[in-house]
């Protein structure tokens, strides 16, 4: 994700509604900062600034691209189980054989931002067609 091209405000409202994810997932504060691999200069406390769109995730290459993947996690989700909100944190929480029976959300944690993309090419077909398409032409 090139976050250049996004405005200040735009930053704040991407920031906001990642936040309103990782919340839905029930995640802890440790796991939201680990989930997003922020710098030790962010303290916990500046979650609620990043909740309420007061600021923006750090200009963090790492962080941003850790965003996409949540952002097309979100999205496939939501895609998957449109009138469920309780069936997508069942299916982030549940251990899965392709994860060797570690749920979603561990791997996640666990892995980082590899991680992230196994989660995201296993929920998000459409663009785990697309890394696959460009991993072909690039042989």
Not at 13 to 16: A, D, P, Q, V
Not at 87 to 96: A, D, G, T, Y
């Given at each position: 994700m090139n976050v250049d091209q996004y405005s200040d405000e735009h930053k704040k409202?991407?920031?906001?509604g990642v936040m309103h994810y990782l919340d839905s997932w029930k995640l802890s504060s440790d796991q939201v900062m680990s989930?997003?691999?922020?710098?030790?200069?962010?303290?916990?406390?500046s979650l609620a600034h990043f909740r309420g769109g007061m600021m923006a995730f750090p200009e963090n290459v790492g962080v941003w691209e850790r965003v996409d993947h949540i952002?097309?996690?979100?999205?496939?989700?939501?895609?998957?189980?449109?009138?469920?909100e309780p069936?997508?944190?069942?299916?982030?929480?549940?251990?899965?054989r392709?994860?060797?029976?570690?749920?979603?959300?561990?791997?996640?944690?666990?892995?980082?931002?590899?991680?992230?993309?196994k989660v995201r090419i296993d929920v998000d077909c459409a663009y785990g067609w697309k890394i696959s398409e460009s991993m072909a032409n690039n042989q």
């Open positions: 409202e991407l920031t906001k989930m997003l691999n922020l710098p030790d200069t962010v303290r916990s406390r952002i097309g996690i979100a999205d496939a989700l939501r895609t998957t189980y449109p009138f469920s069936m997508r944190l069942v299916w982030l929480r549940k251990p899965h392709r994860f060797n029976r570690r749920s979603p959300l561990e791997v996640m944690l666990e892995e980082g931002t590899s991680g992230l993309l």
